[in-house]
């Protein structure tokens, strides 16, 4: 029992790491209806960071955390102005393709700039561990400040939609884009604004990941990335409450399928489980129905 | 003599098939010129291979217009039936010529079964659901093949998906498919002109399904799913057909691969997503739609980063930069206007109005 419930608050902690880039998938793909395959690979920007600004500069880790997200930031602004802002009347097709000519370039730029060498990440994150019911729960800092931190941003980022004007104007341009362009709202600079959010919320997640799974590559942020995606899918694209839900379901699943079932097979499950939720609900766990207009 | 009279697309089809024959024949004399450098030599069995899953690929974006992010996934599955196949085969007195031949039937066969089981449930989904259910195929599927052992011995096939000792394999029995470790010792049966004459028979397939009437009802499902119904076109059947196609070929160029190198593993880089990517940038630069950029688009893309090797960690980076510059070129809306406004066309058609 005691080592279920640990299985189950790791699969938590993995889990809300997910749902913090499903955040960014899922409000970028609200508002600019493209698949930004670029983003896994803020995460791992955003890791790189983190990891230079304390291991070369020696900054405390609050400040690495900041510089981290300030820079992923600038670089998610900079992407979107220089690589999609273009193409916003191409087809989907092509945005996809350039968000995935994005992705490698920032993996070789990593390459060339960090090395392939895997770096070693010293976790950012000092609190001791809690035990619970005479120590035979253990959870480390890690998995609690993951938590909480999932939960922070989900409230703010919920209270920031509802109860901002920036956040009702991102609700009206994912709703339609040309009626609230007509309404005066500056459709370009809510998604810039999207796409900044989206990256400062990459960059959190690059440092809780690597904090908890202490290995850093220029691949690093790829699968955590397409996870994320499903995690995104799964939920329902484009719905905020779904991309929390739908991450940490599938941190859960696949957390426990490797304690109980396979570690080999536990990728498989997971995608398994996406295939018969999207086969019963086709928009995902709280996606919404699209009605057809003949 | 008689002048051949031939349609349009005949004439369109006639001339991608020059293009293989001719870039064949250019390549075989340069090899016997001895020109050819030995890296671009182990290059051209994998430029049929990418040219074959580009143009199948392309059935299912361009011509059925459904985005799948799974193609590697077929090819993995054909490359492991056949390769498994030959790897049974490869002591019995069966002549090497007939056994690839049948490789390549059940290569085909098991990535088709694959393409009409997965397509019956995927294929309800639209757009960008799909993508990623494809996408979560084409992973399932190289995870699955990475946790299957099978070995042989005296009694028959043994099955595990746990490791190759409880297989229980009895006295000189003999591990064919070793997990992670895949298949070892496939008989190299392809070369670079069987890989050729596969593309010519891959692109025959290809263009006579899209000209022919169920090709038509493919492509109007593309274009107007409700209206393609309402004129009593069976949705559901063209879409199977269309994806069970493209992912038997998959399975084709699967095969290829399997019977080029001596071990078959499946790795993310070789039948991971990343592949089934890389598959999709060649459809989208060679032009959606068009079976001829398709395969053109794999050949270049596929050579460059090769021709940038002297370049080293620079190559990928630069061959990132052009995909993007390219994208940008080809779609952003201020380029289409300049490129309106300098085309050839263009400037051929004002210089014929000066001189008048």
Known sequence: MSSFLSYLITGISLGSVYAIIALGYTMVYGIAKMLNFAHGDVIMVGSYIAFLAVGAMGLPPILAVILAVVVCTTLGITIEKIAYKPLRTASPLA??????????????????????????????????????????????????????????????????????????????????????????????????????????????????????YPTLTPYTGSMPGIKAFVAAVFGGIGSIPGAFIGGILLGVIENMSKAYISSQLSDAIVFSVLIIVLLVKPTGILGKKIHEKV | MKKLNLSKNAKHDLVTYGIVVVAYLVMEILMKAGLVSSLLKGLLVPLCIYAIMAVSLNLTVGILGELSLGHA??????????????????????????????????????????????????????????????????????????????GRDVDGFHFSMKDSLSLNLGEGGKVIVNGAQGITG?????????????????????????????????????????????????????????????????????????????????????????????????????????????????????LLPELLRGLNDYRMLIYSIVLIAMMLFNWSPKAREFREKYSWKRIMKNGKKEEV
Do not use: W
């Open chain 2, 73 to 150: 996934g077929f090819m993995c599955v054909g490359a492991f039936a056949s390769a498994f196949f030959s790897m049974c085969m490869k002591e019995s007195a069966m002549p090497g010529g007939l056994r690839f031949l049948l490789a390549l039937i059940i290569g085909a066969l098991a990535a088709g079964i694959f393409g009409i089981l997965i397509g019956i449930p995927v294929l309800r989904l639209r757009g960008d659901y799909l993508a990623i259910v494809t996408l979560a195929f084409g992973e399932i599927i190289k995870n699955l093949v990475n946790v299957l052992y099978i």
């Open chain 1, 95 to 212: 945005v996809l393709i350039t968000a995935i000519g994005v992705s490698y370039f920032l993996q070789n730029m990593a390459l060339l700039i960090f090395g392939a060498n895997t770096k070693m990440f010293t976790s950012l994150i000092s609190i001791d561990a809690i035990n619970i019911g005479d120590g035979t729960v253990v959870v480390t800092g890690e998995t609690l400040v993951t938590i909480l931190a999932c939960i922070f941003i989900m409230v703010c980022l919920t209270l920031f939609i509802n109860k901002t004007k920036a956040g009702q104007a991102m609700l009206a341009v994912s709703e339609d884009k040309g009626a609230a362009e007509l309404m005066g709202i500056n459709v370009n600079g809510t998604i810039s604004l999207t796409f900044a959010i989206g990256s400062a919320l990459a960059a959190i997640a690059g440092v809780l990941l690597c904090s908890a």
């Open chain 2, 186 to 302: 496939t008989p190299n049966d392809s070369n670079f002109t069987i890989g050729i004459i596969l593309l010519l028979i891959t692109l025959v397939i290809i263009l006579n399904f899209i000209h022919s009437r169920t090709g038509r009802a493919v492509m109007a499902i593309r274009d107007n799913r409700i209206a393609a119904e309402s004129v009593g076109i069976n949705i559901t059947k063209y879409k199977l057909m269309a994806f069970a196609i493209s992912a038997a070929l998959a399975g084709i160029a699967g095969v290829l691969y399997a019977h080029n190198l001596a071990t078959l593993t499946a790795l993310p880089k070789n039948f991971g997503y990343n592949m089934s990517i890389m598959i999709l940038v060649y459809v989208v630069l060679g032009g959606i739609g068009s079976t001829r950029g398709s395969m053109i688009a794999a050949v270049i893309l596929t």
